[in-house]
T-cell receptor
Framework: ETGVTQTPRHLVMGMTNKKSLKCEQHLGHNAMYWYKQSAKKPLELMFVYNFKEQTENNSVPSRFSPECPNSSHLFLHLHTLQPEDSALYLC???????????????FGEGSRLTVL | AQSVTQLDSHVSVSEGTPVLLRCNYSSSYSPSLFWYVQHPNKGLQLLLKYTSAATLVKGINGFEAEFKKSETSFHLTKPSAHMSDAAEYFCVVSFINDMRFGAGTRLTVKP
């Protein structure tokens, strides 16, 4: 059983829809991450939240909007997506050390997004 | 700057034979190194990690990896492949908050 839970596991949406992906971690970690995994491409880091503060945004289009209300929950709000946004979206958490070391990532099982 | 290269995009072995998945890294620092495994329709799971202690690292499911600084390599091995080892494997280099994933190696295990 994973300590990081993602819902929904599968999502199909049209380009004009608005939907959200949810992630919850039960590990007491202080940092959470969104990654995008597309076929034939390396894992892409999208957003990092450390102690609920966004510390990284890797030039992600504004049609992806993250929200981190507390250190256990992370959302990815989606609107006006494009077909090329279809991918597996992975959430992860870690315990960042005092020196800023990311540490080991614990991943959820992912949300498979299809944009029609 | 850091980078990681997985030298094979696909490796195929027969059940019961050894597994070797190759990883080379580049880092200006003394990084931590990880191997993760991803089974179909699942998230990534940590297999093992190197954090500047013993250079031979043992992980779960009989996997191990050896850190070779002179060769900047961190290859993953297993003496005898099992059908359940069929998955995608990712090598990762990390220093402070800079974590880089390799492109992945798909391992196929034939009966």
């Amino acid at each position: 059983e994973t300590g990081v839970t993602q819902t929904p596991r599968h999502l199909v949406m049209g380009m004009t829809n608005k939907k959200s992906l949810k992630c919850e971690q039960h590990l007491g970690h202080n940092a959470m991450y969104w990654y995008k995994q597309s076929a034939k491409k390396p894992l892409e880091l999208m957003f990092v939240y450390n102690f609920k503060e966004q510390t990284e945004n890797n030039s992600v289009p504004s049609r992806f909007s993250p929200e981190c209300p507390n250190s256990s929950h992370l959302f990815l709000h989606l609107h006006t997506l494009q077909p090329e946004d279809s991918a597996l979206y992975l959430c992860a958490s870690s315990q960042v050390g005092t020196g800023g070391d990311t540490g080991e990532l614990f991943f959820g099982e992912g949300s498979r997004l299809t944009v029609l | 700057a850091q980078s990681v290269t997985q030298l094979d995009s696909h490796v195929s072995v027969s059940e019961g034979t050894p597994v070797l998945l190759r990883c080379n890294y580049s880092s200006s620092y003394s990084p931590s190194l990880f191997w993760y495994v991803q089974h179909p329709n699942k998230g990534l799971q940590l297999l093992l990690k190197y954090t500047s202690a013993a250079t031979l690292v043992k992980g779960i499911n009989g996997f191990e990896a050896e850190f070779k600084k002179s060769e900047t390599s961190f290859h993953l091995t297993k003496p005898s492949a099992h059908m359940s080892d069929a998955a995608e494997y990712f090598c990762v280099v990390s220093f402070i908050n800079d974590m880089r994933f390799g492109a992945g190696t798909r391992l196929t295990v034939k009966p």
